[in-house]
């Protein structure tokens, strides 16, 4: 029987859970209507702590809220018994709260209302309780009053100075001070210890220099308390003296007796030590004995806890924190110096307070649904497990059908709408105790739901989206989807949908557009709501910025090109380096790209564009690096000097990411050209150190350039000056010649060594010339300069000439021999029997005898023939008179020549003459000769003009060379049609006709006229023309009309007509309407209201119609009456002016007089009027 009892509670059991298992609670939204709607018992929100101590100079305040629906009441107990606040005029609970104030304005002690509180929160459907909290208030007791002897201790020996500070509430914090306020220096040999106490492990004679006073702060009251101070006085063997102090030998050389370690804290060599689980554990070894101690720790039987484990106070104090059960165990400490060393064991046991496994929470149900209450906790020993329901122990509450009790579980089954209640766990043991709290509310309600109504939702084409559908309700609610009204639930496929009311489409896609309607429903009864579903194009970059170069001071250029769905509103944003770009007066956007002019290094970055609609977004990014020329070269140094190098060193500078290819390596000498930087030599971009290739008897200073793609950079620094020593000339002088000025003699001259190729002072040539082919003895002289002239020569006869630069430490090498000549002399003679063999129209064929070489007297230059054309044989035609000359170099015995260029049917003349480099000899026979007729050169001029509308005129000229005698012109015309021509037509004229009147079959019809002028000979240069298109337009001869006397005189008449209009409308101005004038001075304006006859106002001010300020009134300095007219004041001198330069005279008013009287004055002192009178 006992078996099978068991077998049936097992089974029961299983039952249970798997009824626990089917049924899952309800999880209340927190939506504010659902809950204004929802009754639910009542839950401690906040509460004061457990152990509660407060400031005595404050109220007083214990902690309680909670909530619930309906609204809960609150009470308390105070000790266990009931705490009626009513009674109490101190004591307050705050509205709507369970908060408890008590005030100390009107008297009363807060220690009498130490004690242990607990809050009770009800309603309806169940009552929740606090924590016990244990109310104390803190406490700073003073110091006993107490007379401390001088400490008396013998140097070298231990000892301990108690603190004893009274009990405060909490404990207060302790410190030691001396009487200057000034705090004890702690250290390896003097320390506080946990207790307050100060060790000394050993006693040192300047000790007795401080006295030692224990103060305890108090945390709440923020107050210092001070024990009276120890005295020390210290026995010495030897005699204490400050200077004698040092740290290697503390005491001074004294003699002080050592010790071994012992232990001043703890005593003995083992004690136990009791630990919460959750706090932190401080274990204390202090030891005495001289030399100081040093303490270490270990565990015995494992390691230390490294991540938990810290030494303090010099390593006598170890605190481990978050003690957990692995860290109990004994733990030594072990003290030593060279004379030995001391062991202590401290056995560690770890306890704990009760610690929540399983917290009980709150349990929702609906009506015949299953649930359970779990409350686990552990601590050290065990804690025990006791429920309460509704704040009185579960075994004497309201039994419930529905309610079964399993140890530390609470099973319910089919519950029903009254089963709502409060229950409570509390889990205790020695050390202390856990209280939760957690209600089981049954519910009923139809289905809800929550989210917004008709929501829209955007998601990008191909995208993973959601359509969430809240809802609620008890029993919890079935809840489908359908798309467009129609079909079955959506789940499965491409859908997937989620218990909370979410609706997942895996992919959507264009065809998964529209109206999605999620419906929950349960036995209640039914909600539903519809989400709008659209698909959208994904925005995305087509055209992306890339990566650039660019060179300091150009423009650098992004490209953003966006694609994107037109139905979105979408923004492209720029960033530099992840910050916003401020676009101003020099960055410029626009809808495809950025640019950035003058860019500068602070340009420098990543860009980033980003394109972003409400729904989402794409990015590209590039760096734009920015280069530029590299600076310059730094720390110049000079090495490895040699007679004709030295080594050049630097340091190159920043290249400005463009690497640099080359080093210009530049000089400048103070001898020749000082401040003149000259180049020396190039080399490549990896090198910083060269060997210069240098010039004898030059002072150099030396600079680099640095040279990338983009530049070149500033010089760098010069380098010290650096003096090669002097040196024989390398160089041969250049350009060594020989030549005659005159007659008699020969010029020897060259171009000058340069600066840097004398290599040394004093410079100076050798010159050595002799007649060529002689073999005599070389005629040498030494000069300075750069000529040389050798006098009594021949006339034209070759020499030899070698030179030689030298100066003060030898001579340079020598030139080779170069042949130069004598002066020469005028030519004797002639050339003979020039004759013409055949002439056509522009040519002739000439021939002539040679003069012997001989007589040429120098270099045989040319025959030079000069020819002019003497007249024309065309009658009447006048030219200009030109010489012309015309070389021929031949050495033939029977020279000929073709002279060419020549102008037709012209009469010629020429003679010739030989020549050298310097003269011309005699001339030879006058020759004349004509060219034959020609064919003329073109007319000069061709012009097509349109006469009317049927008939097109031509014009010409006679050709300004007819080259012959003219018997006429040609003139081949045919139609033009694009590419087509028409065909041919010709016209010929007599040479005295020089227009052509040619009529046109039709307006539009375009010709090519080709033209021509004749000769005997034939046809000269064409002249050809195209008529003008006329195809839409009248085009006459253009005649100018200023020209004719119809026009004239009807500018004439017109001027006349202005004239008599200017003259009449002066008139009329004069003779205008009349103005009220009033006297400023007689009279006072009134407000006058100036109303046209229509009823509309007149708004000019009556500023206008008074006279100006500072203007006379009279000419002859009276004062008329304000009805006087402007006519008395005219008599005998000028008008005065209105503001628009019109005489005033013209405005008057009436008067007595006759008013045309009046007006003929007036319009005799005006001279337009006497105009008008004139007329």
Request: hydrophobic share 35%; proline share 7%; aromatic share 10%.
């Amino acid at each position: 029987m006992m078996m099978q009892g068991r077998q049936l509670a097992l089974a029961l059991m299983l039952l249970h859970l798997l009824l626990w298992h089917e049924s899952v609670t309800i999880e209340v939204p927190q939506d504010p209507k659902i809950l204004a709607d929802l009754r639910q018992p009542p839950t401690i929100t906040k509460q004061s702590v457990k152990d509660y101590i407060v400031d005595p100079r404050d109220n007083i305040i214990i902690e309680c809220e909670a909530k619930g629906n309906p609204v809960p009441t609150f009470s308390w107990r105070r000790n266990g018994k009931f705490f009626n606040i009513g009674k109490d005029p101190r004591v307050t609970m705050r509205k709507r709260s369970g908060t408890l104030e008590i005030g100390f304005r009107n008297g009363g002690r807060p220690e009498d209302y130490e004690g242990e509180y607990q809050c009770f929160s009800g309603n309806d459907h169940g009552l929740a309780m606090s924590n016990k909290i244990l109310l104390r208030v803190s406490k700073a007791p003073l110091w006993p009053k107490e007379v401390l002897e001088p400490v008396v201790v013998t140097e070298g020996s231990s000892l301990v100075l108690p603190c004893n500070p009274p009990p405060g509430l909490p404990p207060p914090f302790t410190f030691w001070m001396n009487s200057m306020m000034s705090p004890i220096p702690q250290d390896k040999r003097v320390s506080k210890g946990l207790n307050g106490d100060l060790y000394f492990s050993n006693v040192m004679a300047q000790d007795a220099q401080n006295d030692f006073s224990c103060s305890a702060r108090f945390l709440f009251t923020h107050t210092i308390q001070q024990k009276n101070p120890f005295t020390l006085k210290v026995f010495t063997n030897d005699p204490y003296n400050d200077t004698s102090y040092n740290d290697s030998d503390p005491y001074g050389g004294r003699k002080v007796v050592e010790s071994t370690p012992t232990f001043l804290s703890p005593l003995g060599s083992e004690s136990a030590k009791m630990v919460l689980r959750d706090e932190q554990l401080l274990l204390e070894c202090i030891a005495a004995g001289l030399p100081t101690p040093t303490t270490k720790w270990f565990k015995k039987g494992g390691d230390l806890p490294g991540r938990k484990v810290k030494f303090e106070n010099y390593n006598k104090t170890m605190k481990i924190i978050n003690v957990s059960e692995e860290d109990a165990g004994e733990y030594v400490c072990m003290a030593n110096n060279h004379l030995g060393s001391i062991r202590h064991s401290i056995f560690v046991q770890v306890k704990a307070a009760p610690y929540w496994l399983d917290k009980p929470t709150n349990l929702v149900l609906a009506p015949e649904e299953n649930g359970r209450l779990v409350c686990r906790a552990n601590g050290n020993p065990k804690p025990s497990i006791q429920w309460l329901v509704n704040g009185l122990p579960i075994d004497s509450s309201v039994p419930d059908p529905s309610r079964q009790m399993m140890g530390d579980t609470i099973i319910f089954r089919s519950v029903q709408m009254g089963s709502s209640a409060v229950y409570q766990c509390n889990a205790s043991n020695q050390h202390g105790y856990l209280l939760a709290n957690a209600f089981v509310s049954v519910i009923d309600m139809r289905p809800r739901m929550l989210g917004p109504k008709n929501q829209l939702i955007k998601v990008i084409e191909n995208n993973r989206t959601f359509l969430d559908c809240p809802f609620f309700g008890s029993p919890f609610p079935e809840l489908r989807w359908f798309k467009n009204g129609q079909g079955s639930g959506l789940d499965g496929g491409q859908y997937r949908a989620y218990m909370n009311g979410t609706l997942e489409i895996k992919r959507a896609r264009a065809e998964d557009e529209g109206t999605y309607t999620c419906v929950a429903s349960s036995i209640l009864g039914m909600a539903e709501n519809q989400v709008r579903l659209e698909v959208k194009e994904p925005s995305r970059i087509v055209r992306a910025p890339e990566h650039q170069s660019a060179i300091r001071g150009s423009t650098a250029r992004f490209d953003c090109k966006v694609k994107f769905d037109p139905s979105l509103p979408v923004t492209v944003a720029w960033t530099k380096d992840d910050k916003p770009i401020y676009l101003g007066w020099r960055l410029r956007k626009d809808e495809e790209s950025l640019t950035i002019p003058n860019i500068n290094e602070g340009d420098e970055g990543i860009y980033t564009c980003t394109v972003k609609t409400e729904i989402d977004q794409d990015s590209a990014s590039a760096r734009l690096t920015v280069l530029d020329r590299p600076d310059p070269p730094m720390d110049l140094e000079l090495s490895d000097p040699a007679a004709r190098s030295v080594r050049l060193t630097w340091i190159p500078g920043n290249d400005h990411r463009s690497p640099v290819t080359e080093f210009l390596v530049q000089f400048e000498e103070d001898r020749w050209e000082p401040g003149r930087w000259q180049d020396l030599a190039t080399y490549p971009g990896d090198l910083n150190s060269v060997i210069l290739q240098l010039t004898p008897f030059v002072n150099y200073q030396f600079r680099v350039i640095s040279i990338n793609a983009v530049g070149h950079s500033e010089p760098s620094h010069p380098s010290p000056k650096y003096q090669t020593s002097s040196a024989a000339p390398d160089v041969i002088p250049r350009g060594l010649r020989g030549w005659g000025s005159e007659k008699d003699n020969m010029e020897v001259t060259w171009e000058p060594l340069l600066d840097l190729e004398k290599n040394g002072p004093n410079l100076h040539y050798c010159v050595w010339w002799r007649r060529k082919d002689s073999d005599g003895e070389w005629n040498n002289v030494t000069i300075i300069g750069l000529k040389h002239v050798v006098r009594n020569t021949e006339t034209y006869v070759p020499y030899e000439i070698k030179i030689q630069a030298r100066n003060e430490l030898g001579a340079g090498p020598e030139s080779n021999v170069v042949i130069g000549y004598s002066g020469e002399d005028k030519p004797t003679s002639a050339p003979t029997e020039l004759h013409v063999s055949k002439v056509d129209s522009s040519k002739a064929n000439i021939q002539w005898k040679p003069v012997d070489q001989v007589s040429v007297r120098g270099e045989f230059k040319e025959y030079r023939l000069y020819y002019w054309r003497e007249s024309s044989h065309v009658p009447g035609l006048v030219f200009r008179k030109e010489n012309k000359t015309k070389g021929f170099y031949t050495t033939v015995a029977e020279p000929s020549a073709i002279l060419s260029d020549l102008v037709p049917f012209s009469r010629y003349k020429m003679f010739m003459v030989a020549a050298n480099n310097r003269y011309e000899g005699p001339p030879s026979n006058t020759v004349e000769f004509s060219t034959k007729e020609g064919v003329p050169d073109a007319p000069s001029f061709f012009r097509i003009k349109r006469r009317g509308f049927d008939s097109i005129h031509l014009e010409w000229d006679k050709p300004l060379e007819p080259n012959g005698l003219l018997i006429g012109y040609q003139l081949k015309y045919q139609t033009a049609n694009g590419s087509r021509q028409g065909r041919p037509r010709l016209e010929t004229f007599l040479p005295n006709v020089t227009e052509f009147t040619l009529r046109l079959p039709d307006r539009s019809t375009r010709y090519n006229f080709y033209l021509s002028a004749l000769t005997q000979v034939g046809a000269g240069e064409i002249f050809a023309e195209e008529s003008p298109f006329f195809a839409n337009e009248a085009y006459i001869d253009q005649v100018d009309i200023a020209t004719q006397g119809w026009f004239i005189g009807l500018m004439c008449a017109i001027a006349l007509i202005i004239l008599i209009l200017l003259i009449v409308c002066f008139i009329k101005r004069s003779r205008g309407g009349k103005y009220p004038v009033r006297d400023k001075k007689d009279l006072p304006l009134d407000a006058v209201d100036h109303k046209d006859p229509d009823g509309s106002f007149d708004y000019h001010s009556d500023e206008d119609n008074k006279p100006l300020q500072g203007s006379q009134t009279s000419l002859e300095g009276n004062v008329k009456e304000s009805d006087d007219s402007l006519v008395d004041y005219g008599e005998g001198g000028d008008g005065q002016f209105n503001e628009d330069g019109s005489f005033i005279g013209q405005y008057t008013v009436k008067k007595d007089k006759d008013e045309t009287e009046g007006n003929e004055s007036s319009e005799a002192t005006s001279p337009v009027n006497a105009i008008y009178s004139l007329a």
